[in-house]
């Protein structure tokens, strides 16, 4: 394994614009790369965003597992308010033809947005923002639609309530969940919803790209509704380090048994979470509004459908969040790879440094 490029282009990455950059390489549970270039340092923590949905996919696929929860659960049997829900088409505002089910709000597919109904304002205001995840989940289904269940793909909440739903139907919170199901199975600490003075003493500068291209200082939250003290959420909420996010990846590329031994999904599990489930108009969607090139979506993961496109396999998943962290796993090869920076507003990260990492990583192997 050679893995000088992948360093390079890594240590390039600071005049890009990148202040920040780190990057662990595991295979069959073995540490095979770690770098990290210009202000990372090891032990450093970040606000993770969207990478949050791959550990909050893998608590729900462990409840389905025990039987808590079905990919055909109705929304609206945890959650009363999704029974009612409308689409907008239009200037016309009609009922939904198809029931929301657990599988649309995994696959994107539930027809939200990142845009909160008002009455999660109202509510705020009546429980002087106190209101937990549920009660907050419950008021997203006040809003219209964009299509009806099922019928095409929008980035949105749609994680949030799913792990809203997983409240509900178990009395515990995401983090409750998280912490039983997955992260102290696995061993691993310092993945968090709720951080500490310890870990928020880790967090690294945050930072996000102005009008005019430049990187400058950001203030170092999540932002939105992570900011509140009772809602978790599921798309976006958790914060945590390099060495930490690696255990779950590795788990994920390794038929779900850890580097500790012990399973937390069953490979046919993690076959069905890589299954894109994009057709037609959903793929046209996520084509449009993702620009994952050659990839897929399948329950909380783009997935890599045409070969042609990458230097890694056809399988190969994960996902990356709004500040530029990026995660994959590849259970062909059992190659996990977890890539972290704290640059928000930063488009380049998904569409060049991403897959150019990932390209490098497999030239190296």
């Not at 450093?44 to 729900?60: E, F, N, P, Q």
């Not at 178990?170 to 061993?187: C, F, M, Q």
């Not at 009772?230 to 945590?240: D, I, K, Q, T, V």
Request: hydrophobic residues 40%; negative net charge; contains cysteine.
């Amino acid at each position: 394994m050679q893995f000088d490029r992948l360093t390079e282009y890594l240590d390039h990455l600071p005049r890009e614009g990148v202040p920040g950059c780190e990057m662990l390489v595991w295979i069959d549970h073995q540490p095979v790369y770690r770098h990290l270039a210009g202000e990372a340092r090891e032990g450093m923590t970040y606000w993770l965003y969207s990478a949050t949905k791959v550990l909050t996919m893998t608590v729900i696929l462990r409840l389905i597992e025990q039987g808590a929860l079905r990919l055909d659960s109705r929304v609206s049997d945890y959650l009363p308010e999704y029974a009612h829900l409308t689409v907008r088409e239009g200037d016309i505002l009609r009922p939904a033809r198809t029931e929301m089910t657990l599988e649309h709000l995994m696959a994107m597919q539930g027809g939200l947005d990142y845009e909160p109904a008002p009455a999660v304002q109202r509510l705020l205001d009546a429980t002087a923002n106190q209101a937990d995840t549920v009660q907050i989940a419950r008021r997203f289904a006040l809003k219209p639609l964009h299509f009806d269940p099922g019928q095409g793909f929008r980035y949105s909440l749609c994680h949030d309530v799913a792990a809203a739903v997983a409240q509900a139907a178990t009395g515990k919170p995401l983090s409750v969940l998280a912490r039983e199901l997955v992260l102290d199975p696995l061993g691993i600490r310092d993945l968090t919803f709720h951080p500490d003075a310890s870990r928020l003493a880790r967090l690294a500068p945050q930072y996000t790209v102005d009008a005019a291209g430049q990187t400058v200082p950001a203030p170092n939250i999540r932002g939105g509704l992570s900011e509140l003290p009772n809602y978790e959420s599921g798309g976006g909420g958790l914060m945590g380090d390099a060495d930490s996010y690696i255990l779950l990846a590795d788990a994920l590329a390794n038929g779900g048994v850890g580097k500790n031994g012990a399973r937390i999904l069953k490979k046919e599990t993690i076959d069905d979470m890589r299954r894109n489930r994009q057709e037609g108009p959903s793929m046209e969607d996520f084509k449009r509004v993702k620009h994952k090139r050659g990839y897929g979506y399948g329950l909380g993961v783009r997935t890599l459908l045409e070969p042609d496109t990458s230097r890694s396999p056809v399988g190969e998943f994960g996902w990356d969040g709004a500040a530029g962290a990026w995660v994959m796993m590849d259970p062909d090869h059992r190659i996990a790879a977890f890539y972290a920076q704290h640059v928000l507003n930063m488009n380049r990260a998904y569409y060049e440094f991403h897959p150019a990492i990932r390209d490098l990583l497999y030239e190296a192997l």
